[in-house]
C-alpha cells in the first residue's frame, strides 16, 4: 500500500500526525486547514483636492476597489451639487491629464488612500446641441445673403436674384455640406463625449458664423464677377466638391462602424469595400483631407477670397487636430501602420 492509499484509508487525526507517527510509515507533513473564508475586500479610501489651491474638498470613505472614476464623480458630486459629473476633471496629478470615466481605482497607480484633484470644465453643453447650433447657424446666414434680405446690400437689390448661374450653384453647395454635417451630426456620429464646455460654442459659432456671411456677403454681392475661366472651372470644381463630399462621409459612415452602438471602443481605421476609404491606407484622418477638397473645390468654384481663407484657416485647424490624432493612434497601438500620414499623403 503507497502512502497515498494509506491516507486516503487513515482517520483524519491520524492522517495531520496528531496520533503521532505509526511505526514504520513515513511522517505525512502537516498540512494548513483550507481557507473556508472569502478574500477580504480592501477598500480605498478617497481624497479629492482643488487642483489649484490643494484645498480639500472631498473624502470618500470605503470606496469599492472596482469603482470607476464615473462613480468616483457621481459620489463626489453629492456632497458638491454645483459640480456635476460631466464638468469635472479628476487627474492623478494636479497638471496632469483627465482620467477617463471608465478607469477603474484599484488600476490606477494609487494606494489604498488615493489622492486626486479636481479641476472644474465649467458649464458644459452637450455635443449634439453644439453641432447643431454650429452648423445650422451657417446655412441660415448664408440663405439669408442668397436671397439679399433687406439691409445687407442696397434697398434696389433687396430680394433680388445673381444672374450668374454659378451663385446659384454656390449656394446648393454651402447649404447641402451644412445639412449633409447636421444630418450626419445626428444620424451617423458616434461621439464618446456627451459634452464639451460651454464657452467653447460662443469661439466655434464667431468661427463658422463669421466665415459664412463674410464668404456669403461676397458671392452673393450683386457686383460678383463669376470664375475668370467660366463654365469650365465651375464644372471641374463642382466635380471636386462632389468627389470630396462622398469621400467625407464615406469615412464618416467608416468610423461609425468601428464602434458598436453607445461605446466608446476606438479602433484602428482601415480602408473597407468602398473605394472612399482606400485613403486610410495613407492617411490617418482623410474625413479632415476629403473636408479640405470640398473647400478648394467651392474656392476653384466661386473665385472669392474670403472662402480661400477659410479654406485656409480650416486647413491649420484640421492640421492640428489631425497631428494629435495621429499621435494617439500611434500611442494607443503598437501596430500601427507606419505608412500613414496625419492629413496629407506623404506629406504631413
Ligand atoms: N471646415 C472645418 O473647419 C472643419 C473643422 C473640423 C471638422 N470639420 C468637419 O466635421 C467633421 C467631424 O469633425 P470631428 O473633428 O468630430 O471628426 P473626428 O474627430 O474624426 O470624429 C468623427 C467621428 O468619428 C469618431 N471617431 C474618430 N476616430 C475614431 C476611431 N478611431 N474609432 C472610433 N470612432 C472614431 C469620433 O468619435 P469621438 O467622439 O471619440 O471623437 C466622431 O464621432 C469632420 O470630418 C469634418 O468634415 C470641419
Not at 97 to 118: R, W
Not at 146 to 155: E, G, L
Not at 228 to 243: H, N
Not at 292 to 317: D, H, N
Request: include cysteine; glycine fraction near 4%.
Amino acid at each position: 500500500m503507497d502512502t497515498l492509499a494509506l491516507e486516503a484509508t487513515l482517520p483524519k487525526k491520524a492522517q495531520n500526525g496528531a496520533m503521532g507517527a505509526l511505526p514504520g510509515l513515513p511522517v505525512p507533513a502537516k498540512r494548513k486547514p483550507a481557507k473556508k473564508t472569502k478574500k477580504a475586500v480592501v477598500f480605498f479610501e478617497v481624497e479629492i483636492l482643488d487642483a489649484k489651491t490643494k484645498d480639500k474638498l472631498c473624502f470618500l470613505d470605503k470606496v469599492e476597489p472596482n469603482a470607476t472614476i464615473g462613480e468616483i464623480k457621481s459620489m463626489f458630486h453629492k456632497s458638491h451639487p454645483q459640480w456635476y459629473p460631466a464638468r469635472q476633471s479628476i487627474r492623478l496629478d494636479p497638471k496632469g491629464k483627465s482620467l477617463k470615466d471608465e478607469d477603474v481605482l484599484q488600476h490606477l497607480p494609487v494606494g489604498t488612500t488615493a489622492t486626486f484633484y479636481f479641476r472644474d470644465l465649467g458649464a458644459q453643453i452637450s455635443w449634439v446641441t453644439v453641432f447643431l447650433t454650429e452648423y445650422a447657424g451657417p446655412l441660415l446666414i448664408y440663405l439669408m445673403f442668397y436671397f439679399r434680405v433687406p439691409f445687407i446690400y442696397a434697398p434696389k437689390y433687396d430680394f433680388t436674384t445673381s444672374k450668374h448661374w454659378v451663385v446659384h450653384l454656390a449656394c446648393m453647395c454651402h447649404s447641402f455640406h451644412y445639412v449633409k454635417r447636421l444630418l450626419e451630426t445626428l444620424f451617423v456620429h458616434r461621439f464618446s463625449h456627451g459634452t464639451m464646455p460651454l464657452r467653447n460654442i460662443f469661439k466655434n459659432c464667431t468661427y463658422y458664423w463669421g466665415f459664412a456671411a463674410w464668404m456669403a456677403y461676397y458671392i452673393n454681392h450683386p457686383l460678383y464677377t463669376p470664375p475668370i475661366y467660366g463654365e469650365q472651372q465651375i464644372r471641374l470644381a463642382l466635380i471636386v466638391f462632389l468627389f470630396c463630399q462622398i469621400g467625407n462621409f464615406s469615412i464618416h459612415i467608416a468610423l461609425r462602424n468601428l464602434r458598436p452602438p453607445g461605446s466608446k471602443t476606438r479602433k484602428i481605421p482601415y480602408p473597407t469595400k468602398n473605394p472612399f476609404t482606400w485613403i486610410f491606407l495613407l492617411v490617418s484622418c482623410p474625413n479632415y483631407t476629403y473636408e479640405l477638397g470640398s473647400w478648394l473645390g467651392f474656392t476653384l468654384m466661386t473665385q472669392c477670397l474670403p472662402v480661400a481663407f477659410f479654406t485656409l484657416v480650416g486647413f491649420i485647424q484640421m492640421t492640428v487636430w489631425a497631428k494629435g490624432k495621429h499621435r494617439s493612434y500611434l500611442k494607443e497601438f503598437r501596430d500601427y501602420p507606419t505608412l500613414r500620414s496625419p492629413i496629407l499623403p506623404f506629406v504631413l
